[in-house]
């Protein structure tokens, strides 16, 4: 008997993690892997986020929670908003979820009828595209490619958009090009969008942390777009907190309400720990995260620098998070031992199993000509790396 449903067949396992669960299932058989595959932040959460959950755990604060999140967190998310990014919201038009991933399937789930158009421009963050189609929704992906930093132009935009358009979905720096758009360029966007009030724009603002070309402009702050733009963030990337699990969403209060019946029926408030660490890490001057964009900001300049002397592959110059996208179609329909590389997946096989690299392959993220490197690993680690990579490729024939 088959008792899965249609819906979750179609589904396709995340791919991050998939090769995340290759590289260490290697790993664990005794094979000395670096794992590039996961975009996660290698720094421990700061102390003073680690006390305030300490102190939640000793006041009892270990009850059901309001279901869009304690009153001081929503509160805590307001001021960051209005202090980091110029967004005036309301704490009724705050959510905290289990983490910006929960936030997104939220706002998809609140807002996405069957045979609705999601625009995504591509290369987009694995799970866009499979939480529009788990909800009957039609992705139209807009190519990019690293000649142009991978940013849509307005026209590109302008043609996308249909009658049937619901939602444009973007991160902004983007996982999985680093891509940051200036300010300049979001309204010229913004431009677009203004003609067509039919479309609510959903950013997903979870790097603006990690930016080395000055500060990340908010889309959501152009007043004719304020009311229809869902601004989403949370913890994991700025603050190191991957694990703990909060994201939150700044959004209109119809999509908020929406959004909290959903989770009410879903999975209730975020874990209580959790938010109160959050209220901590959003009070607390940004300034405390820089020496970890720092640290990024060096990781970068030297993964560029080394990549560059890989033959055969082209490299943009990201702007913000913490990944590379290398183009690496030369090296398909090569060879090793017999083997013929077809795609980037079989290229990710390769580098993993005898480079010893795991990396992600592009066509997850809507990009096959591409592969994806995390670089939220140590300097050493990264050399290591592009050494291994390099004398990979160059046995294949
Ligand atoms: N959006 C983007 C662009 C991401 O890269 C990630 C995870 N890396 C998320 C959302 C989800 O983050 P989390 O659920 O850990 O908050
Ligand atoms: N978002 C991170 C990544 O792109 C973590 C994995 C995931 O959530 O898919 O690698």
Redesign the pocket.
């Known amino acids: 008997m088959n008792f899965l449903s249609n819906r979750v067949e179609k589904l396709a396992e ?1 791919e ?2 998939a090769m995340a669960r290759l590289g260490n299932e290697l790993k664990e058989k005794g094979v000395n892997v670096i794992n590039m ?4 932040p290698d720094f421990a959460t700061p102390d003073f986020v680690k006390l305030a959950a300490k102190d939640a755990i000793d006041k009892n604060c270990s009850y059901y929670t309001p279901v869009p999140g304690y009153k001081d967190l929503l509160e805590a998310v307001c001021l960051k908003f209005k202090r980091d990014n110029n967004l005036s919201f309301k704490p009724s038009q705050i959510v905290a979820s289990t983490g910006a ?1 929960h936030s997104i399937i939220n706002v998809v789930m609140a807002t996405v009828n069957p045979g609705d158009e999601v625009i995504l421009p591509a290369p987009y ?3 866009y595209s499979e939480m529009v189609q788990l909800n009957e929704g039609i992705v139209i992906s807009l190519p990019t490619d690293y000649k142009s930093d991978f940013k849509i132009t307005p026209a590109q935009l302008e043609k996308a958009i249909t009658p049937k358009t619901k939602m444009f979905l973007f991160s902004n720096p983007c ?2 090009t680093g891509t940051m758009y200036t300010e300049t360029e979001l309204r010229a966007l913004g431009e677009v969008f203004k003609k067509n009030p039919h479309v609510l724009i959903v950013s997903d603002e979870i790097y603006e942390h990690i930016t080395f070309q000055g500060k990340m402009f908010s889309i959501g702050t152009i007043p004719e777009l304020k009311d229809r733009t869902v601004t989403v963030n949370g913890l994991s990337k700025g603050f190191a907190m ?1 694990g703990w699990r909060l994201g939150y969403i700044g959004a209109p209060e119809a999509v908020a309400k929406a959004v909290v019946k959903i989770q009410g029926q879903f999975t209730s408030g975020a874990s209580s720990i959790t938010q109160k660490a959050a209220v901590a890490a959003l009070n607390a001057d940004p300034s405390v995260v820089l020496p970890m964009q720092e640290a990024f900001l060096r990781r970068r300049d030297l993964l560029i620098s080394l990549m560059k002397e890989v033959p055969n592959i082209k490299v943009n110059n990201p702007g913000g998070a913490f990944y590379l996208f290398p183009e690496v179609s030369f090296y398909f329909g090569k060879s090793y031992n017999g083997t013929v590389i077809k795609d980037a997946k079989d290229l990710c096989m390769y580098l993993l199993n005898v480079g010893h690299v795991a990396m ?1 392959p592009g066509g997850a993220f809507g990009a096959p000509d591409y592969i994806r490197l ?1 670089y939220a690993t140590s300097e050493d680690i990264i050399r290591d790396a592009v050494g291994r990579i390099k004398k990979a490729l160059a046995d294949l024939h």
């Not at 595959?37 to 996660?40: A, D, I, K, Q, Y």
């Open positions: 995340s991050t993690l595959s996961l975009g996660e991933k963050w694995v799970s996982n999985p991957t992600t995390s």
